[in-house]
């Protein structure tokens, strides 16, 4: 009765935690007429855009007229609610002025005063060369076809631009499957092995544990068939220059009794060492869901990941930068507590603290996906953390140009021009 107790009340406070935040971080009547303003002159100008170049121009506007970086990805989040219908309503009818009071975010009626300047020019992506990141392809999600699909454009869209962006290798930060059921990982690997580039994957918490609506395995065994699939990509890497160490070996895991594969790698190329880190806990969910938590593990204890970290980090030469790539973000949005939906304070704290111990003056940040938004800015201070949309949401690719053996600019692309 206590337990039932205390779980109720958590849910409630949870509920209540979010809906004040949702209350904080509201979607305001300016906001959506700033942004408006903007792409009804782009719109204006060129009638022809595609919905993907629309949709990316508001996604800025968040940016720019947001005080915060989870500001602009709240605001971010409701512009994607309603992409299609804004661009409908401000492309196709040329009715911007109706926008803002269709969708419940301004009372009454705006209309715009605009004043039509010129379109601005594309980004320049000159670099020495390029790395691509993909994110939560979700293969064999509800709509298989349609996850798949998005994330075979955004596989078309790397391909496209190889040879003229000198793009060198393709990561993809986690949940690579829907309920890593068998199909989803032959389905996954078929996508990616299309890519002309070596890729490499890293674990979500979406590829730990195999179900379907009708079947669910007693215990997690998706990081042995993560190894099975794409475990010659790591003893193979096929990527000039680049040295590889693969953790790929059964491990105890004394929290839940159970033997684990821990999917951990080093790659390391020109100036950086790029740690592929698995932190996806092996809990399995609350009663009535299925698969695992969404929430992160140190698994601390030896050849778990945070030890593994420890090794690699020590043995870095002090002239390579070291980047984490990995499922779950370190910073997370202030309306999502981490301790749910990743790291809490004090696995964040023993990670930064290891990483301040062995690698203070080489460490980059950390890549991540799992949020499905993307998100440009900081974690634990000057270290940097991108996140990159997911696939399934827009075929999503981010872009990283690499000048002088450093990261010069990360750049948002789409696979599907629509």
């Given at each position: 009765?206590n337990?039932?107790?205390?779980r109720?009340?958590?849910l409630?406070?949870?509920f209540?935690?979010?809906?004040?935040?949702?209350?904080a971080?509201?979607f305001?009547?300016s906001m959506?007429e700033?942004?408006?303003?903007?792409?009804?002159?782009l719109?204006?100008?060129n009638?022809?855009?595609?919905?993907?170049?629309?949709?990316?121009?508001m996604d800025?506007?968040c940016?720019e007229?947001?005080?915060?970086e989870w500001e602009s990805?709240y605001c971010?989040f409701e512009?994607d609610?309603?992409?299609?219908?804004?661009?409908?309503?401000?492309?196709?009818?040329?009715?911007p002025e109706?926008?803002?009071h269709?969708?419940?975010?301004?009372?009454?009626t705006?209309?715009?005063?605009?004043?039509?300047?010129?379109?601005?020019?594309?980004?320049?992506?000159?670099?020495?060369?390029?790395?691509a990141v993909i994110?939560d392809?979700?293969?064999?999600?509800a709509?298989p076809?349609?996850?798949?699909?998005?994330?075979?454009?955004a596989?078309?869209k790397?391909?496209?631009l190889?040879?003229e962006?000198?793009?060198k290798?393709?990561?993809?930060t986690?949940?690579?499957?829907?309920?890593a059921?068998?199909?989803?990982w032959?389905d996954?690997?078929?996508?990616?092995?299309?890519l002309?580039i070596?890729?490499?994957?890293?674990?979500?918490?979406?590829d730990v544990w195999?179900?379907?609506d009708?079947?669910?395995e007693?215990?997690p065994t998706g990081?042995?068939?993560f190894?099975?699939?794409?475990?010659?990509?790591?003893?193979?890497p096929n990527?000039?220059g680049s040295?590889m160490?693969?953790n790929?070996?059964?491990?105890?895991?004394?929290?839940f009794?159970?033997?684990?594969?821990?999917?951990n790698?080093?790659l390391?190329y020109?100036?950086?060492?790029?740690?592929?880190?698995d932190w996806?806990?092996?809990?399995?969910?609350?009663?009535?869901?299925?698969?695992?938590?969404p929430?992160a593990?140190?698994?601390?204890f030896?050849?778990?990941?945070?030890?593994?970290?420890?090794?690699?980090?020590?043995a870095?030469?002090?002239?390579?930068?070291?980047?984490?790539?990995q499922h779950h973000?370190?910073e997370m949005p202030?309306?999502?507590p981490?301790w749910v939906?990743?790291?809490?304070e004090?696995?964040?704290?023993?990670?930064?603290?290891t990483?301040?111990?062995?690698?203070?003056?080489?460490?980059?940040g950390?890549?991540a996906?799992?949020?499905?938004?993307?998100?440009?800015?900081?974690?634990d201070g000057?270290?940097?953390?991108?996140?990159t949309e997911?696939?399934?949401?827009?075929?999503s690719?981010?872009?990283i140009?690499?000048?002088?053996?450093?990261f010069?600019?990360f750049e948002?692309?789409f696979?599907y021009?629509?």
């Open positions: 009765g337990a039932k107790m205390s109720r009340r958590s409630l406070a949870l209540i935690y979010f809906f004040a935040l949702s209350e971080f509201r305001t009547c959506c700033d942004i408006v303003d903007t792409v009804a002159i719109a204006h100008q009638p022809n855009i595609g919905e993907t170049a629309f949709h990316k121009k800025d506007m940016d007229i947001t005080p915060g990805v971010q512009i609610q309603n992409a299609l219908e804004l661009y409908q309503i401000i492309v196709k009818e040329q009715k109706i926008a803002c269709y969708f419940g975010y301004c009372p009454n705006t209309l715009i005063d605009r004043n039509f300047l010129p379109m601005a020019a594309l980004p320049n992506l000159a670099s020495e060369y390029m790395i994110s392809m979700h293969i064999g999600e709509d076809q349609h996850a798949e699909w998005l994330s075979n454009k596989v078309e790397i391909n496209s190889v040879d962006y000198n793009i290798m393709v990561f993809i986690g949940d690579v499957t829907n309920s059921m068998p199909q989803q032959i996954a690997k078929t996508i990616l092995d299309k002309k070596p890729y490499f994957p890293t674990m979500g918490n979406h195999s179900y379907n009708t079947f669910e007693p215990h990081d042995v068939q190894a099975q699939t794409f475990s010659e990509r790591f003893r193979n990527l000039s040295t160490v693969y790929n070996q059964s491990i105890y895991d004394p929290n009794r159970i033997n684990s594969w821990f999917q790698w080093e390391t020109d100036n950086f060492v790029f740690l592929g880190l996806n806990t092996r809990q399995h969910a609350l009663p009535g869901w299925k698969g695992t938590l929430t593990n140190l698994h601390d030896p050849g778990g990941t945070i030890d593994w970290l420890k090794q690699r980090l020590q870095v030469p002090k002239d390579k930068q070291v980047v984490l790539l973000p370190f202030p309306w999502l981490g939906f990743s790291f809490d004090f696995q964040l704290e023993f990670i930064l603290k990483i301040d111990a062995y690698a203070r003056d080489n460490y980059w950390v890549i996906g799992h949020l499905h938004t993307w998100f440009n800015g900081t974690s000057p270290s940097r953390q991108w996140l997911a696939a399934k949401v827009g075929s690719v981010s872009l140009s690499v000048v002088d053996g450093k010069a600019k948002k692309i696979g021009d629509y």
